[in-house]
Nanobody
């Protein structure tokens, strides 16, 4: 299984970006998919997830209503739509896949079996 993240870039405050995570080797529906980010000098943190069983979505509180995670089964890809971006959203964003995640562990990096390579998002004021 391989995950290929893309879509990062540089935007100004208030801008939008859509990140993509293409899954190869297995169907994306067999996984719970998550997005994490790591800002300079900080630990990696959970941003959003879409659960494999019922496709319910979960978000870090600070991005609720601003970010949206979704999946495209035909493209075997998961997306993270990010709106109203702020400088504090600057980070390397990673997608991850888990075949065994339960809701209570969605925010834990140890839950995820596969990781993409990361894509850099820079938001300037």
């Amino acid at each position: 299984v391989q995950l290929q993240a893309s879509g990062g870039g540089s935007v100004h405050t208030g801008g939008s970006l859509r990140l993509s995570c293409e899954v190869s080797g297995r169907t994306v529906r067999s996984f719970t998919m998550g997005w994490f980010r790591q800002a300079p000098g900080k630990e990696r943190e959970f941003i959003a997830a879409i659960h494999r069983s019922n496709r319910s979505t979960y978000y870090k509180d600070s991005v609720k209503g601003l970010f949206t995670i979704s999946g495209d089964n035909a493209a075997n890809t998961v997306y993270l739509q990010m709106n109203s971006l702020r400088p504090e959203d600057t980070a390397v964003y990673y997608c991850a896949a888990s075949a065994r995640a339960i809701v209570s562990t969605l925010g834990s990096q140890q839950t995820y079996d596969y990781w993409g390579q990361g894509t850099l998002v820079t938001v300037s004021s």
